[in-house]
């Protein structure tokens, strides 16, 4: 079985440009959280979603981010205008059910340039 | 003061040591997260316990809820085991009807032949 799939695995572009960010969660799995990871902060939740619904988008930094989750097997996030200070490594994980009372599956990541 | 601290920083160790991996915490929990960053990048969750201790082959997992603190243990210590291990527990949230997620800042190990 595929695990997390994120793509783009590398991005880079321009401040100002829309970016966006795709996640294909395990199949069966319920619960799809994003994170982002940087040098100075480490690992932060941005949002996380259970059966398709936002639970707590408490991290998500400002109204420049947004996170969708249209179906059971796609998640998108979405940084508009993109700035330098949005550089880092976004991850998407998914769980079973329960949110993050459960075990994560984590994908790759995805590395954010904003030149 | 972070709500979520981990120590040591960093640790070096040789192949077949012990290496124990601390995480302490100033808020109410309901549940700690071990989780293990490879140096690709990688991340792979280790251990989720509320209570007591949690064994997976070398490694195991305690935690002390009176005292708010967990502990990472690895026996016998191989290179492989060199990777960022990072501590992270559910708190109450003060404005949503979930817990959050709380990350300390890693423990990046290495583990020589």
Known sequence: ?115 | KNEVEQSPQNLTAQEGEFITINCSYSVGISALHWLQQHPGGGIVSLFMLSSGKKKHGRLIATINIQEKHSSLHITASHPRDSAVYICAVLSPHSSYNTDKLIFGTGTRLQVFP
């Open chain 1, 1 to 115: 079985d595929a695990g997390v799939i994120q793509s783009p695995r590398h991005e880079v572009t321009e401040m100002g440009q829309e970016v966006t960010l795709r996640c294909k969660p395990i199949s069966g799995h319920n619960s799809l959280f994003w994170y982002r990871q940087t040098m100075m902060r480490g690992l932060e939740l941005l949002i996380y979603f259970n059966n398709n619904v936002p639970i707590d988008d408490s991290g998500m930094p400002e109204d420049r981010f947004s996170a969708k989750m249209p179906n059971a097997s796609f998640s998108t996030l979405k940084i508009q205008p993109s700035e330098p200070r949005d550089s880092a490594v976004y991850f998407c994980a998914s769980s079973k059910a329960g949110g993050p009372y459960n075990e994560q599956f984590f994908g790759p990541g995805t590395r954010l340039t904003v030149l």
